[in-house]
């Protein structure tokens, strides 16, 4: 120690000088491995570079694919015409945009209760000037029960797809009465609705995960709500808000009601329709007995003693004095009182979200 504090200058002079050796031999190190990543990250792109230009084949025997200029820009026509083709399905399922039911957004609970019940009693009073019926044992609310028995309540969640249920509902009631031919009977057994405001975003881990299902702390479901067993929903694709209509009457009120919706460039498709025999307590309370639908009268029938020819389509006239008199008309079928039941879903498409990272969408 005492021969290191004698020569201190000349000792940490060597230090300084090992000092800078052993950062000399780091950088140098450091330099040599980062050259080396440099060299395999230039051969890299330059292999990928030489590959798309020399192209790739997709199955043995067929020519290469390349990146070059005609390639690029049959690739970017395909990606037009795709765009444009997704444009045109997204026109056929939600139809005449000027036509489409959107819920009101500034909803509140409060002012979407009276909405339900204004709504519910509009409907029973056009349903009473147009000479339609209502179910007898409970009068119908057209989905609405649960909030129109108990005055004061409302929806706690999705007031817009509740609003727009309400305006949706609306114009089937309306088609339906529409529907009705002059002096047929009609009677409303019920319309119901999907609960959408009891669902809730199924979490990760879950079967269904990322979708909608019911909530199991929601009341249960009022006899006006159902949960489709059929819909044309697709997550992420196509969503649908489904309708159940159920009323009794004659096939012409039917075919007609079906008609109307299809036709009315609204985005709604008919999924299920179910047909049975109406109650004869729905009979006697509408009064309505079975129409008799005769057979074609016998005269229309060829002339007695007419005769065929093998050859000919038509026969050969008979004589005149060989006329047979008409038969009587014979009824043959009884046109009675069906119940039908109609599945009917509101198309919409989801909206759609930037993808995330791009400028101004904070990445997830």
């Known amino acids: ?27 140098a190190y450091l330099a ?12 890299k792109s330059v292999k990928s570079e030489s590959d798309l230009l020399a192209g790739h084949s997709f199955g043995p025997g067929e020519a290469p694919v390349s ?33 489409a039911i959107l819920g009101k ?55 817009q797809k509740v609003d727009q249920q309400r305006q949706i509902i609306d114009f089937l009631v309306r088609q339906l009465i529409e ?26 881990g879950r079967p269904g995960a990322g979708t909608y299902g019911p909530d199991a702390e929601a009341a249960a479901a009022s006899a006006d709500e159902f949960r489709p067993a059929r819909s044309l929903a697709r997550p992420g694709l196509v969503d649908s808000l489904s309708f159940r209509v159920r009323f009794v009457g004659h096939t012409p009120t039917l075919r007609t009601f079906v008609n109307k919706i299809r036709n009315s460039g609204r985005p709604v498709a008919v999924t299920t329709i179910d047909v049975g025999t109406a109650t004869p307590e729905y009979e006697k309370l509408l009064g309505a007995p079975a129409v008799i639908i005769p057979a074609a009268s016998a005269s229309a029938a060829p002339a007695a003693g007419a005769s065929f020819n093998f050859f000919d389509q038509a026969p050969a006239p008979a004589p005149a004095a060989a006329a047979a008199p008409a038969e009587p008309r014979v009824p043959v079928v009884q046109r009675k009182l069906s119940t039908f039941v109609v599945q009917v879903d509101y198309l919409s498409l989801p909206e759609e979200k930037p993808a995330a990272g791009t400028e101004g969408e904070p990445k997830k």
Do not use: C
């Not at 000349?10 to 300084?16: A, K, P, Y």
């Open 32 to 43: 040599y491995s980062g050259g080396v990543e440099t060299a395999e990250s230039l051969s």
């Open 179 to 204: 529907s009705r031919p002059t002096g047929s009977p009609l009677l409303i057994e019920s319309v119901d609705r999907e609960p959408v405001e009891t669902y809730i975003l199924i979490p990760e």
């Open 1 to 27: 120690m005492h021969a290191f504090k004698k020569n201190l200058g000349f000792n940490l002079g060597l230090i300084v000088l090992a000092g800078a050796f052993v950062a000399g031999v780091v950088m």
């Open 67 to 99: 990146l070059n200029d005609d390639n690029v820009k049959a690739a970017q026509a395909d990606v037009t015409e795709l765009t444009a083709h997704r444009d045109r399905l997204r026109a056929a399922i939600v139809g005449n945009p000027e036509l």
């Open 105 to 159: 957004a500034t909803s509140t609970g409060t002012e979407l209760s009276a909405q339900l019940r204004e709504s519910v009693d509009s409907w029973r009073k056009l349903a009473a000037d147009q000479g339609a019926k209502l179910s007898p044992n409970e009068p119908t609310t057209f989905g609405f029960h649960r909030y129109y028995q108990n005055p004061g309540t409302g929806p706690k969640r999705d007031f």
